[in-house]
């Protein structure tokens, strides 16, 4: 026979480096992503949160303030044409009712209409233009019933972005558009993205609660999205320098990307309905774990429990969370290919029968795999939950941080809840009992982190660890060898 061993570790090395550059499925969502995308249909009409309430309208009326400041009391270069204020606002409404959903919030491809603003309309009233349109936008949303009236109130504070630019530009730009003038152009900007930051740090991490990693990354993306549209806003705003009405030619470019939005919109709802597939059929198999093996259901139930809090602990990401609590939930799923007489054995197992046993976490893997997706990434932590840290482990002899992360966690609240459980053959350790185990095993069957977690976490507190349900009416002999050896 081919030994596999070093193909397998391979495989499992490369399925590590892909997580950490978060290489995944494109049709999948961040978790966290997710969310947020649920809790803003879901809000969309109620109204604000207390403390959404305060942070929006004190940002909006800072907005406002602000804007009128400026208008008052900076230099006007250009005079103001009302006509093209309207068609430019016009425009400017097209463009904002184009959204690319991202989380929390949205990017709209208005910077292809506030270039043009700011250079051939006085840059110190544009920020009052911009808010005055985006109010009477989300006030047609309101009327049809798409969100509540409070939250008409973001209107300015979503204004707020143009301040930034607009102030740069009022005090610093020549009269007369430019390419000469780009250092300005490009400080405006960067002045946009400044302000943006700060708005986007307030609304997704203080908040919403959204982690600062996904917010970063949702503002950078942000910020290339306008960057890029910047660009083309500009070039338009330069040509039309002596005809101002022709840079509404860039509405054709908005009827195209409304195009994009809505197939974004169509992958998003697609992924969204994915995910929830993949969380039903999680709770679907272990249902069917409950009703074919009571001991297996109550232990997979304490694993999640535990699993979940030593993810917590060690800093893990929404994505490994989220995949931890799915393995920890189905790491015993593939005991439905194990023949009951071996499974409700109340004693010791044979060598021939541990064999039988140990494939298991083979048949959870073959199991998920024919699901796919993110039930086929589980399936991998599922297949290396018993793998030990010295090597000596299966059903891969996976070694240290060969073996997948998720697993060494699952692997040692695995352990633990069946130490502190009431099992066929042996009762219960007790806490202290169940502690000394792990120690003397860490770093020979258990990554030592994940030990040392798991310890930390149960010296908070105790109640974490649950009872030792259910009782069995015979009890024999303990043997934790075994047990350590060959857990779950």
């Known amino acids: 026979m081919v030994d596999l061993t070093p193909v397998k570790r391979a495989h499992a090395k490369a399925r590590r480096v892909l997580g950490k550059l978060g290489l995944r499925s494109h049709a999948e969502l961040h978790p966290a992503m997710e969310d947020a995308l649920e809790r803003r249909h879901e809000e969309r009409q109620s109204q604000l949160a207390h403390r959404e309430r305060v942070a929006e309208v004190s940002l909006a009326a800072a907005s406002l303030a602000g804007a009128i400041a400026l208008a008052a009391f900076a230099p006007h270069s250009r005079s103001f044409d009302p006509a093209l204020a309207v068609a430019l606002g016009v425009a400017f409404a097209v463009a904002y009712r184009v959204r690319f959903h991202d989380g929390a919030g949205y990017t709209t491809p208005t910077q292809l209409v506030l270039v043009p603003m700011l250079l ?70 960067a002045a946009q993205f400044a302000l943006d930051f700060v708005i986007s740090a307030q609304r997704d991490w203080f908040v919403i609660g959204l982690g600062a990693d996904l917010g970063v990354a949702i503002v950078a993306w942000t910020w290339l999205v306008d960057g890029i549209l910047a660009t083309v806003g ?57 009703g074919d093996d009571e001991y297996t259901a109550f232990h997979s139930r304490g694993v999640v429990q535990l699993s979940i809090a030593v993810s917590d602990r060690l800093g893990l990401d929404e994505r490994q969370k989220r995949n931890v609590e799915f393995g920890a939930l189905l790491h015993d799923v593939g005991k439905i290919a194990i023949p009951k007489e071996i499974l409700n054995k ?46 000596s482990g299966y059903p891969d002899g996976l070694a240290g941080e060969e073996i997948p992360l998720e697993s060494t966690i699952v692997s040692v609240c695995d352990a633990f809840n069946a130490m502190t459980t009431h099992r066929p053959y042996r009762r219960a350790l007790s806490l202290e009992e169940a502690i000394s185990e792990l ?4 770093g020979s069957q258990f990554s030592p982190a994940a030990v040392d977690a798991l310890v930390e976490l149960i010296a908070e507190d105790e109640d974490m660890v649950g009872p030792a349900e259910p009782e069995l009416e015979e009890i024999t002999l303990v043997v934790p060898e075994a047990l350590l050896n060959r857990a779950g």
Do not use: C
């Not at 697609?270 to 059929?281: C, D, K, V």
């Not at 599922?382 to 010295?390: A, G, I, K």
């Open 234 to 290: 500009l070039t338009a705003a330069i040509a039309a320098r002596d005809e101002p009405f022709t840079a509404l030619l860039v509405l054709p470019v908005m009827a195209l990307l409304a195009l994009f939005s809505r197939e974004r919109d169509a992958r998003i709802e697609h992924s969204r309905e994915l995910g929830r597939a993949y969380r039903g059929t999680t709770l679907l198999l272990s249902d069917v774990l409950d």
């Open 439 to 442: 120690r003397a095993n860490r």
């Open 346 to 391: 109340p004693g010791k197992l044979s060598e021939d029968e541990w064999v039988v046993m140990e494939t298991h976490t083979i048949e959870g893997q073959r199991l998920l795999d024919r699901v796919g997706g993110v039930l086929g990434e589980v399936g991998q932590i599922v297949r290396s939950s018993h793998e030990r840290w010295d090597g």
């Open 120 to 189: 051939l309309l006085p840059a110190a009233t544009v920020p009052l233009v911009v808010g005055a349109v985006m109010t009477l936008a989300n006030l047609h949303r309101f009327v049809r019933g798409e969100v509540h009236f409070e939250r008409m109130t973001m209107s300015f504070s979503d204004a707020a972005y143009a301040l930034a630019p607009a102030t740069v530009i009022a005090f610093a730009a020549p009269a007369e558009p430019g390419w000469h003038a780009w250092p300005i152009y490009m400080a405006a900007l």
